[in-house]
Each structure stands twice: as structure tokens, then as C-alpha cells.
């Protein structure tokens, strides 16, 4: 058992650009290309932000942004790409049907950011799986899924990074698919909150989508913190729940912006008290529509995160820091 009573603090950001919004944003029009943009903008400032308060984060990163072009990408085929029911949801049959914007597009590939959050330090870099793979989807298979992460690991590791930490991309947690986790070394993989509204992770009924905005702002359940103590699995990879989901700020929503805040700096405060974990995360491109508004959000959260490491040494930690420590103790 974990025997440290030090509050653990953790980010995982789902690095995915436009692969991951091809439904939501089916047209690369000017508003998307903008939204984009301002992401690519921020993400080097999030990154700063980081460094300065010795941020310990995890980069669950879509595979496909590593390729530096429109060939390179055509080169780096799985062999064998996932059999949706629904083509729609297909990352493959979005580019056959529309195409790059240009050889390098910048809303599908980022290898100059991928460099800068590598070359920063604190910085972890894990896997959203190569092509925003769902896990949960009908007509893909197991197999499928293996030879997707295979063409991740394979091309993060010609960068010279080795894959240890994975996010199911839209929170599609697939128990099944653990064991394929395992044989490829993923030691640690993001679990979704133990609350009725965030399980199935496939759900998207209307009564589901209300309990979770609403949970953003109002409590519903007990705390999102959990006792470290909880959080050991005598198997691999470790499940390390998510707590929060941080939404971005609204022009609209200014009461609602500051319940939101208030109520992460209150979990994060319960957690240090109690030497809980407790997780939040998000998407880089949450960021695109306002981004000085989220940046100092962040910086608001950060500086909490200070003083509660002050206080309480609260300890951030990446989840491969976290995997690593659980095994460990």
C-alpha cells in the first residue's frame, strides 16, 4: 500500500486537434481553422505555465499529430484500421472524403509542438491511442485496437519516446482491451469517475449530458478526491481515475465561471488536506474559442496548486510518476 500521506495532484491533457473533433466539427471553415489555431497558440503557453510552477503533466497525445506531413501520415498505416459500424466516427474515412488542407496541415499534424512539450520539463508524453481509436464502438475489434496502439508506440518510439500512460479517446474505457494494454507496456491508462452519469463512457443520453455539465458546477455526489490507498491494483496497467473535467470559460456563463473554478480549488484543497489524489484534465483545443480567459483560469489554478504545496505539500505528479510510485509502495 502507498504509505506517502502527501496529496497527489494530476493533469492529463488530450492532445488531439481536429482528429478528435471530427464529428462536432465535420468542416474545416473558417471558424474551426481559427478555433485550431488559437489551440496551437496556447499550447506553448500552458507549457510555460507548467515549467514555472513545476508542473508534473501527462500529454496523452493522438499518434497521427506526430507525422511532420500529408505522406508521411499515407506511410504510417496501421495494418489493420478500425471497422466502424458507423463511418462517421472514422479519423480514416474523414481524410479519405475530404482531404489535408495542405501537405503540412497544421490542424492534423504538430510535430513542432510535440518537440516543445518534449523538450519541457516535467512533461510526460502518453498516448490518446494513433488514430482516435473507440474502444466502445461497434464493428472494431480487439485486434484492431492492438495494431492501432502498435502504430503509436511505433512512431512516438522513432522519436525516441517509450509509451507507458494511455487515455481512451471520448473516456471509452474498454476493460476488455486491458490485456492488450499490458502486453505493450502501458502501465497506467485513465479511468472515468466512479458516478452513474459517467458510466457507460459511450453514453450521450440528454439526462447524462445534464449531470455531468451540471456536476461542474453543483455537487451531485461526494468528493472527487480519492484516498490513496485505493488507487494501489496489484495488476497492470494501473486505473487512475479522473476526478474533474475542466470546462472552459464563457462570456455567457459568468456566475458559472466562477462555481467551476471554485469548485476545483475546493477539491484540490480536500485532497491536500486529506493526502487524496485527485485528477483533472482536459483538451488543449478547450481553449480555442477563449484562450486568454482559460490561460488565466489556469494560472488561477496553478497558483492554488502553490500554495496548497506550500501548505500541505501537495505533490504534482504525472500518471507514470503515480503508476511508478503505486508499484513501488
Same mark, same amino acid.
Given at each position: 500500500?502507498?504509505?506517502?500521506?502527501?496529496?497527489?495532484?494530476?493533469?492529463?491533457?488530450?492532445?488531439?486537434?481536429?482528429?478528435?473533433?471530427?464529428? @462536432?466539427?465535420?468542416?474545416?471553415?473558417?471558424?474551426?481553422?481559427?478555433?485550431? $489555431?488559437?489551440?496551437? *497558440?496556447?499550447?506553448?503557453?500552458?507549457?510555460?505555465?507548467?515549467?514555472?510552477?513545476?508542473?508534473?503533466?501527462? #500529454?496523452?497525445?493522438?499518434?497521427?499529430?506526430? @507525422?511532420?506531413?500529408?505522406?508521411?501520415?499515407?506511410?504510417?498505416?496501421?495494418?489493420?484500421?478500425?471497422?466502424?459500424? @458507423?463511418?462517421?466516427?472514422?479519423? !480514416?474515412?474523414?481524410?479519405?472524403?475530404?482531404?489535408?488542407?495542405?501537405?503540412?496541415?497544421?490542424?492534423?499534424?504538430?510535430?513542432?509542438?510535440?518537440?516543445?512539450?518534449?523538450?519541457?520539463?516535467?512533461?510526460?508524453?502518453?498516448?490518446?491511442?494513433?488514430?482516435?481509436?473507440?474502444?466502445?464502438?461497434?464493428?472494431?475489434?480487439?485486434?484492431?485496437?492492438?495494431?492501432?496502439?502498435?502504430?503509436?508506440?511505433?512512431?512516438?518510439?522513432?522519436?525516441?519516446?517509450?509509451?507507458?500512460?494511455?487515455?481512451?479517446?471520448?473516456?471509452?474505457?474498454?476493460?476488455?482491451?486491458?490485456?492488450?494494454?499490458?502486453?505493450?507496456?502501458?502501465?497506467?491508462?485513465?479511468?472515468?469517475?466512479?458516478?452513474?452519469?459517467?458510466?457507460?463512457?459511450?453514453?450521450?443520453?440528454?439526462?447524462?449530458?445534464?449531470?455531468?455539465?451540471?456536476?461542474? !458546477?453543483?455537487?451531485?455526489?461526494?468528493?472527487?478526491?480519492?484516498?490513496?490507498?485505493?488507487?494501489?491494483?496489484?495488476?497492470?496497467?494501473?486505473?487512475?481515475?479522473?476526478?474533474?473535467? !475542466?470546462?472552459? #470559460?464563457?462570456?455567457?456563463?459568468?456566475?458559472?465561471?466562477?462555481?467551476?473554478?471554485?469548485?476545483?480549488?475546493?477539491?484540490?484543497?480536500?485532497?491536500?488536506?486529506?493526502?487524496?489524489?485527485?485528477?483533472?484534465? #482536459?483538451?488543449?483545443?478547450?481553449?480555442?474559442?477563449?484562450?486568454?480567459?482559460?490561460?488565466?483560469?489556469?494560472?488561477?489554478?496553478? @497558483?492554488?496548486?502553490?500554495?496548497?504545496?506550500?501548505?500541505?505539500?501537495?505533490?504534482?505528479? $504525472?500518471?507514470?510518476?503515480?503508476?511508478? *510510485?503505486?508499484?513501488?509502495?
Amino acid at each position: 500500500m502507498p504509505t506517502n500521506k502527501h496529496g497527489i495532484f494530476c493533469i492529463s491533457l488530450d492532445f488531439e486537434l481536429h482528429w478528435g473533433c471530427i464529428e @462536432n466539427k465535420p468542416v474545416m471553415n473558417k471558424e474551426a481553422m481559427s478555433y485550431f $489555431s488559437n489551440t496551437r *497558440k496556447a499550447i506553448p503557453q500552458m507549457l510555460s505555465l507548467f515549467q514555472q510552477h513545476e508542473m508534473h503533466v501527462t #500529454w496523452a497525445i493522438v499518434g497521427m499529430l506526430f @507525422n511532420k506531413n500529408a505522406t508521411e501520415w499515407r506511410s504510417h498505416t496501421p495494418n489493420q484500421k478500425p471497422a466502424y459500424s @458507423n463511418k462517421g466516427v472514422s479519423t !480514416y474515412d474523414w481524410i479519405e472524403k475530404n482531404g489535408f488542407q495542405e501537405e503540412e496541415d497544421p490542424f492534423h499534424f504538430a510535430p513542432a509542438l510535440i518537440e516543445k512539450i518534449k523538450n519541457t520539463p516535467y512533461q510526460e508524453i502518453g498516448t490518446h491511442t494513433y488514430s482516435h481509436y473507440f474502444c466502445l464502438e461497434p464493428g472494431q475489434t480487439k485486434e484492431q485496437f492492438k495494431a492501432d496502439l502498435l502504430k503509436a508506440i511505433e512512431i512516438a518510439s522513432s522519436w525516441g519516446i517509450e509509451l507507458t500512460s494511455l487515455v481512451f479517446p471520448r473516456n471509452q474505457f474498454n476493460d476488455d482491451y486491458l490485456s492488450v494494454c499490458r502486453e505493450l507496456k502501458i502501465t497506467s491508462v485513465r479511468s472515468n469517475p466512479s458516478v452513474w452519469y459517467w458510466s457507460p463512457a459511450s453514453s450521450s443520453g440528454m439526462l447524462t449530458k445534464i449531470f455531468r455539465t451540471g456536476d461542474a !458546477y453543483i455537487k451531485f455526489d461526494r468528493n472527487k478526491s480519492i484516498d490513496l490507498q485505493n488507487l494501489h491494483h496489484h495488476q497492470q496497467p494501473v486505473q487512475l481515475p479522473a476526478s474533474r473535467l !475542466y470546462r472552459p #470559460w464563457k462570456p455567457s456563463f459568468k456566475f458559472q465561471n466562477k462555481l467551476k473554478l471554485n469548485r476545483i480549488l475546493k477539491e484540490m484543497t480536500v485532497a491536500a488536506k486529506k493526502g487524496a489524489y485527485y485528477h483533472l484534465w #482536459w483538451h488543449p483545443h478547450n481553449f480555442g474559442n477563449h484562450p486568454e480567459q482559460c490561460l488565466q483560469e489556469l494560472k488561477t489554478i496553478l @497558483n492554488h496548486f502553490n500554495w496548497l504545496k506550500e501548505k500541505y505539500s501537495f505533490q504534482s505528479m $504525472s500518471m507514470n510518476e503515480i503508476a511508478n *510510485k503505486i508499484v513501488l509502495d
